[in-house]
């Protein structure tokens, strides 16, 4: 499966509703876009140390996702992985606000911070 693709039907599974492994998954495609197009523009970087904060909280590195790595920074490439992290971010929001407690709600909150710092990163 192709990068943009792969990143559409893990938009498209965390928009219908709570779905951790398609968090896991955006989280993994988010840090290999940010591996192979990392320092060709600093906006990757910064992109990177926002999503690998998150990871280190909230996620293991036990979900891969089987989707071809980007191989070149463009716009298609840069709209999909903002519209991916930007579903994850609302997933965090949703988990912010469940029935967990105090310190896993505001690290869903901070992550769903996080997550839109990197968006505007790489807008």
Do not use: N
Request: net charge negative; charged share 30%.
């Amino acid at each position: 499966m192709e990068f943009p693709e792969a990143a559409t039907v893990l938009s498209a599974r965390l928009a219908a509703g709570d779905d951790s492994l398609a968090a896991a998954g955006a989280v993994h495609l988010a840090i290999e876009a940010w591996k192979h197009l990392g320092g060709v523009d600093p906006a990757w970087d910064r992109f990177g140390l926002e999503v690998l904060d998150v990871r280190s909280r909230l996620y293991e590195d036990d979900v891969v996702v089987d989707a071809a790595a980007p191989d070149a920074d463009g716009p298609e490439v840069r709209a999909a992985v903002r519209d991916l992290i930007e579903h994850l971010a609302q997933h965090h929001d949703r988990r912010a606000v469940a029935e967990d407690g105090l310190a896993q709600r505001l690290d869903h909150d901070a992550a769903a911070q996080q997550l839109r710092r990197a968006v505007a990163a790489l807008a």
